[in-house]
Nanobody
């Protein structure tokens, strides 16, 4: 299971940190990603971090590069997404997902429920 939290309402230029807590699988061996979906838009991957054993590489699309940072704490089975300089176009439901592959991942095996992020003044 994956449980995402940390969403909320923030003003443009503000920051939020999302958390994703995992249970029920070998977290250390999985890549964890964050994806988002806004109303009427396709789902978009916004970050991914590979397992430490696979090198721990990270992936960001150009739309969030330099503003979002993904990190993982294997002891806590938690992945974080630090989002800075938020823009209204970042408004979406954010999901975390897990896969035994290496970032970037095309199709994730496990999905959590989303957390809403709204960027608005």
């Amino acid at each position: 299971q994956l449980q995402a939290s940390g969403g909320g309402l923030v003003q443009p230029g503000g920051s939020l940190r999302l958390s994703c807590v995992a249970s029920g699988f070998s977290f250390d061996n999985y890549a964890i990603g964050w994806l988002r979906q806004a109303p009427g838009k396709e789902r978009e991957a916004v970050s991914c971090i590979s397992s430490s054993g696979s090198g721990g590489n990270t992936y960001y699309p150009d739309s969030v590069k330099g503003r979002f940072t993904i990190s993982r704490d294997n002891a806590k089975k938690t992945v974080y997404l630090q989002m800075n300089s938020l823009k209204p176009e970042d408004t979406a439901v954010y999901y975390c997902a897990a896969d035994p592959g290496v970032c970037p991942v095309r199709e994730y095996d496990y999905w959590g429920r989303g957390t809403q992020v709204t960027v608005s003044s």
